[in-house]
C-alpha cells in the first residue's frame, strides 16, 4: 500500500489546516492508521491514530481537544483536522498505517507501523 499526505502549509497562531492522507493499492478494510509528526531536532512523535474498523479515536494529550482524526472509507483517505495550530506544532506530519492486529507501543511508536506516507510540512508561526 501506498500512503500520500498532503495539506500542509504556512499558518500563523490560532490558524487550522486539515491534512490528508490517501491510501492506494488496498481497499483499506482493517487496521490503525496514525499520523505522527517530527519537529527539527526532535523524536518523531504519536500525534493520533483510527482504527479503520470501527472508527475509535485516540490522541496525544498535546493535541487532545484540537486537533480530529477522520477517515473516508469510501476515499481509502484519513484526515488531520488541526484547529488553534500553535508554534510549538510546527513538524513534519507523517501518516502510516499498521495492519497489524497486536502492536507493542500500543500503536503510539513509529515502529508499530510498517507503511509510511512521504510527510508534509507543517509550519505555525506565531
Known amino acids: 500500500v501506498q500512503l500520500q499526505a498532503s495539506g500542509g502549509g504556512l499558518v500563523q497562531a490560532g490558524a487550522s489546516l486539515n491534512l490528508s492522507c490517501a491510501a492506494s493499492?488496498?481497499?483499506?478494510?482493517?487496521?490503525?492508521m496514525g499520523w505522527f509528526r517530527q519537529a527539527p531536532g526532535k523524536e518523531r512523535e504519536f500525534v493520533a491514530r483510527?482504527?479503520?474498523?470501527?472508527?475509535?479515536?485516540w490522541y496525544a494529550d498535546s493535541v487532545k481537544g484540537r486537533f480530529t482524526i477522520s477517515k473516508d472509507n469510501g476515499k481509502n483517505t484519513v484526515y488531520l483536522q488541526m484547529n488553534s495550530l500553535k508554534p510549538e506544532d510546527t513538524a513534519v506530519y507523517y501518516c502510516?498505517?499498521?495492519?497489524?492486529?497486536?502492536?507493542?507501543?500500543?500503536?503510539?511508536?513509529?515502529?508499530?507501523?510498517?507503511?509510511w506516507g512521504q510527510g508534509t510540512q507543517v509550519t505555525v508561526s506565531s
Open positions: 502510516a498505517l499498521s495492519t497489524s492486529f497486536y502492536a507493542p507501543g500500543g500503536w503510539r511508536a513509529w515502529d508499530d507501523y510498517g507503511s
Open positions: 493499492g488496498r481497499t483499506l478494510s482493517s487496521g490503525t
Open positions: 483510527i482504527a479503520w474498523s470501527g472508527g475509535r479515536t
